[in-house]
């Protein structure tokens, strides 16, 4: 392939960290965990285990192989959607389909946290977001300890402590707000954090992120989740551009 090839010249860092793929000008940050049966879930020690198998088999004599699989809405790298906290939202339909598009995808900013904390109040006005950006990924220390990569639930993991939520709904213009775990909030502070971040409806929650090898600064992100009718999360594939 010459340099007068139409055709884009791809590279995959085949490591841990997040993969990138580049034409020579822009660069491509997958951002998603893959899913498999060592992913770790919520509170289980057991990790994702079996999750896809064929229902038709070429081996076996049919034409074609199909699959068929079974997940939890928030497996993996996935959204929030304002029903996983509100049973009120649940029941007015406010599920992954009605999230904003305009809001999954824009310029976004990586910070990084204080390695030694949660995500409080203090924590957050030291890391002085300014006005104006609306997508922010915090990079943790989840992703220096590889809690994704470990089968294992960890519930020691960092997240934002209420009074960390609330500073940013009241101090800044954040409508997407992702991080690199299973859960945006502290293992301890579960329902009140999500319950000042989803409550308006215009804040949306991206949890299980892969920030390996992601360095601070700005980008614009993608995040796409299946519409799916009446689900209260869902895995969906993230990507950085710069």
């Known amino acids: 392939m010459n340099n007068n090839n139409t055709l884009l010249l791809l590279f995959c860092i ?3 960290s997040a993969v990138v793929y580049s034409d020579g000008n822009a660069k491509i940050f997958d951002i998603t965990h893959k899913i498999t049966s060592q992913l770790p879930t919520f509170n289980s020690q057991k990790g994702l285990g ?7 088999s070429i081996k076996n004599g049919s034409m074609a192989n199909e699959s068929e699989f079974k997940l939890g809405t928030h497996t993996g790298t996935h959204v929030d959607a304002p029903s996983h906290f509100f049973q009120k939202y649940y029941e007015e339909g406010f599920d992954v389909s009605t999230l904003s598009l305009q809001t999954l995808t824009g310029p976004v900013l990586v910070v990084d946290v204080p390695r ?4 409080t109040a203090e924590v957050m006005k030291s890391l002085n977001i300014p006005r104006g950006v609306h997508r922010v990924l915090f990079k943790t220390l989840n992703t220096d300890r590889r809690l994704m990569h470990r089968r294992e639930f960890a519930s020691d993991f960092t997240g934002f402590k209420k009074d960390g939520a609330q500073w940013l709904v009241d101090n800044t213009d954040i409508k997407l707000v992702g991080i690199d775990y299973l ?3 502290a293992y301890v502070d579960a329902a009140p954090t ?3 971040l989803l409550k308006s409806r215009e804040i949306v929650i991206v949890e299980g992120l892969n920030l390996d090898g992601i360095k601070p600064g700005k980008y614009t992100v993608h995040c796409l989740p299946l519409r799916m009718v009446g689900a209260d999360g869902c895995p ?5 551009t710069a």
Do not use: E, P, Q
Request: aromatic letters at 8%; one cysteine or more; charged letters at 10%.
């Open 14 to 16: 085949l490591s841990s």
């Open 50 to 56: 079996h999750f896809i198998w064929l229902v038709s």
């Open 116 to 119: 030694n904390k949660n995500i």
């Open 183 to 185: 859960s945006i909030s």
């Open 194 to 196: 999500h319950h000042i």
């Open 236 to 240: 969906t594939r993230c990507i950085l």
